[in-house]
Structure formats: structure tokens, C-alpha cells
């Protein structure tokens, strides 16, 4: 099979909120503007992306299970997830896609509790306290990858 030119974006529970709270912390940017943010980045390079975001984990996984079909990687915030879900890991070394890791905030100079990840290590990608245009950076990069032109 080709690798198709869709990425999944994922963005966990409260990302939702994102530009109605905390802007100190997460900015001004609202998640239509996220999925914005990464769907113009990734049309730059022929791609186009399928957003999810969700406050129920197992919508999450469902999406992350359905990429498997027809996307070339995955994109993906996992909010609070990120520091608590084994299972949300599972799911992402299970389905063997590549995976780019965003944070909108810098975790590691927050609360010590937001230092682990439990997805660090299945993603190929880690982009962490660059905002929302973080997200660019992270699709450029994964995309990238998946189309083997990745340094090194
Ligand atoms: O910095 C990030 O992107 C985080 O993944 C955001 C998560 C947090 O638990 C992680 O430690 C870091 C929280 C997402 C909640 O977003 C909100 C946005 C606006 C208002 C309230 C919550």
C-alpha cells in the first residue's frame, strides 16, 4: 500500500477549553485554531488531517485505532493523558504508526507530576512549550519522517 497523505491529529481531555481559561499558560488560541494550525501545515507539504479531540479516552483510542486504515502518522496532545494513560500508550505503539508528541506549555518547568510522560517513548517526535505553533512544527516534522526525508 502507498502511505497516505492524512495525518491524525488527537487532542485529549480539556483541550477543548483552550482559549477560555489559563491564557497565562496555554495562550489565547482556540482549538478550532490548533486544528488550523496544523491542517495548514501539513497542506504545505500535499497533506491533509483528521482532527479529534475528546474528553472520553476510549473515543480517543477508537480514532487511534482507525488511523491504522488510512493515515501515515498521528499527531497528538494528550492532555493530562499524557501523565497518567498506560492505556492511551498501548494504543499508540499498538497501531505502529509514527508519532509526533505535542505540549502547548513547557511541562517540564510546571508541577513535578507533568515532568513523566507515558508516551515520550513511543513517539519519534517531541515538540513541548512552543504554543500552539508547536503544532506546525510538530506535523513538518513527522511528515518529514513519514516521506524519509528526516536528517539523520
Ligand atoms: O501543555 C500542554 O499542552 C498539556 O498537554 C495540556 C494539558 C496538561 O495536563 C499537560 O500537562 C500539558 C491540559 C490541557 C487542558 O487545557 C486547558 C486549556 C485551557 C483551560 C483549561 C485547560
Excluded: K, W
Amino acid at each position: 500500500m502507498t502511505t497516505p497523505r492524512r495525518l491524525l491529529l488527537v487532542n485529549g481531555p480539556n483541550l477543548n477549553l483552550l482559549g477560555t481559561r489559563e491564557p497565562e499558560i496555554y495562550g489565547t488560541a482556540t482549538l478550532a485554531d490548533v486544528v488550523q494550525v496544523a491542517t495548514d501545515a501539513a497542506a504545505r507539504r500535499g497533506f491533509e488531517v483528521r482532527a479529534v479531540q475528546s474528553n472520553h479516552e476510549g473515543v480517543l483510542l477508537d480514532a487511534i485505532h482507525d488511523a491504522r486504515e488510512d493515515c501515515a502518522g498521528i499527531v497528538i496532545n494528550p492532555g493530562g493523558l499524557t501523565h497518567t494513560s498506560v492505556v492511551l500508550r498501548d494504543a499508540l505503539s499498538g497501531v505502529a504508526l509514527p508519532v509526533a508528541e505535542v505540549h502547548i506549555s513547557d511541562v517540564m518547568a510546571r508541577e513535578e507530576f507533568r515532568h513523566h510522560s507515558y508516551v515520550a517513548d513511543v513517539a519519534v517526535v517531541h515538540v513541548i512549550g512552543e504554543g500552539v505553533p508547536g503544532y506546525a512544527t510538530a506535523v513538518a516534522r513527522l511528515i518529514d519522517i513519514v516521506t524519509g526525508q528526516a536528517d539523520g
